[in-house]
């Protein structure tokens, strides 16, 4: 399972369509613009909807936090929290909405 390191939430591996909010993007944790190489030890995996809201920033919490709302906002992310919402039915106590990553 790979996971979004800016909201927290898994990334689908079948979403093959860049333009999805979904899709899986690779992020420099320092960007190239404050001086960020792309190496392995700066790039994390993130939502393209997560990593355009991070933009040309470091991940600090309100960045994180704003990544959250962004993600949560759009159709895609919805349909996330509906899933985990009927499995936290079956698996109590596995997922709490509201609860910090």
């Known amino acids: 399972m790979i996971t979004c390191y800016l909201c927290g939430y898994e990334i689908d591996p079948c979403i ?24 392995a030890g700066n790039i994390r995996y993130a939502h393209r909807i997560c990593n355009l809201q991070k933009g040309g920033r470091t991940p600090t919490r309100v960045v994180t936090d704003e990544c959250r709302k962004a993600f949560l906002s759009n159709r895609y992310g919805k349909s996330v929290l509906r899933k985990l919402e009927r499995e936290s039915i079956f698996n109590i106590g596995s997922f709490c909405i509201g609860e910090s990553r």
């Open 16 to 39: 093959g369509n860049p333009n999805h909010p979904g899709f899986k993007t690779r992020d420099h944790v320092r960007p190239l613009a404050m001086g960020g190489k792309s190496n």
